[in-house]
């Protein structure tokens, strides 16, 4: 982090609202930290506040309210990878948001641009891409692999050496036994145990 990070959150609904309370559980932790506001495009929210938080404006106006980065509260995978990658060609920075309540193994690489929720476990020799979910008390065991853009809803576990592709989503309580591996955008449906490769 930079001495002083101000981070904008894009969607201010309920995963945007699970973002900013990361970055305020950090900021308590003793991160120079805070958020700057909420950027949504429903226009019935701007000027309200969420979490004591202000609800500033549209997604387009980011530009005109300072910060150094930006997170995206937008559980929907696609939508998610589409305002990142335009929000990238336009120069912005993105934050990493890692919950004080989360196990992060001591190697893990972190691309920017993703969140660790409260409960998740991430062992050692992961990887994890950009504009990623780990989502609530989820796991990630050793030496997975998971590429940009993905989902890991809450309370889903990967055994070890699973290879997770763009845009894939793990529903919640999902099960992936290691060495599998999840084509792109494929989803693992909520309570399913994958037990071989899915296309």
């Known amino acids: 982090m930079t001495p002083h990070e101000s981070i904008i959150i894009i969607g201010a609904g309920g995963h945007g609202q699970v973002i900013a309370d990361i970055i305020l559980s950090m900021r308590d932790g003793g991160h120079a930290i805070e958020v700057a506001g909420f950027l949504d495009d429903n226009g019935s929210l701007w000027g309200k506040s969420a979490l004591g938080l202000p609800i500033l404006s549209g997604v387009s106006r980011y530009a005109e309210f300072p910060h150094t980065s930006i997170l995206l509260g937008i559980g929907d995978n696609a939508i998610r990878k589409r305002i990142y990658e335009r929000l990238l060609a336009a120069g912005e920075r993105f934050a990493t948001a890692i919950h004080p309540r989360a196990t992060v193994g001591r190697d893990v690489v972190l691309v920017p641009g993703s969140a660790v929720c409260a409960g998740v476990v991430v062992n050692p020799g992961a990887r994890i891409g950009a504009n990623c979910i780990l989502n609530t008390s989820s ?61």
């Not at 290879?163 to 955008?185: D, F, H, K, M, N």
């Not at 909520?190 to 296309?199: L, S, T, W």
């Open 139 to 199: 796991s990630v065991d050793h030496h997975c692999q998971i590429a940009d853009h993905v989902h890991i809803a809450p309370g889903a576990h990967l055994g070890g050496e699973v290879q997770v592709e763009e845009g894939v989503l793990v529903g919640i309580g999902a099960t992936i036994s290691p060495r599998c591996r999840l084509g792109s955008w494929s989803i693992a449906g909520a309570g399913a145990v994958v037990i071989r490769d899915v296309p």
